[in-house]
């Protein structure tokens, strides 16, 4: 009879760690996010949109690391709720911006709140915190670059 290997053990695998761990965090989000009308994915778009407002929707895009077809109905529904506006570029037509309106920048104020809470939840120090953050900044260059 085979033995199982210490590296197959689940604990053990890097790919769970950062799915249960991101899935607890998303999962902290979430629920704050709820009470300001955002889902999670439409919060991380704006935050883009808060650093650099107008960008196109391919520069959103590669800020989020997110495909066309995923982004898309997350700009229109923000878009729904008034918070942004898309505009054809007046250069190239092909090119669409996306823009902050009035009531998303609004909203930038009652998001603030929410990173702080979700980052106080984690029980690291603030240095801790920022390596671990720069960490998998690392990682997930790295395994890209690997790719």
């Not at 604990?11 to 629920?31: E, H, I, K, T």
């Not at 704050?32 to 650099?52: D, F, H, N, V």
Request: proline share 3%; charged share 25%.
């Amino acid at each position: 009879m085979t033995k199982v290997r210490d590296h197959a053990r689940l604990d053990d695998q890097l790919c769970f760690a950062l799915y249960a761990a991101s899935r607890a965090v998303s999962g902290a989000y979430r629920q704050l996010l709820r009470e300001i009308g955002l889902t999670y994915p439409q919060y991380l778009a704006m935050i883009s949109l808060w650093e650099r407002d107008a960008p196109s929707v391919a520069e959103l895009g590669a800020a989020l690391d997110l495909e066309s077809s995923t982004l898309s109905p997350i700009v229109r529904r923000l878009e729904a709720l008034g918070l942004v506006l898309r505009r054809r570029s007046e250069t190239d037509e092909r090119v669409v911006h996306v823009h902050v309106t009035d009531a998303g920048r609004a909203l930038e104020l009652r998001a603030a709140p929410v990173r702080e809470q979700v980052e106080a939840s984690t029980g690291l120090s603030d240095s801790a915190f920022a390596n671990l953050r720069e960490t998998l900044h690392q990682l997930r260059a790295t395994v890209n670059q690997a790719a």
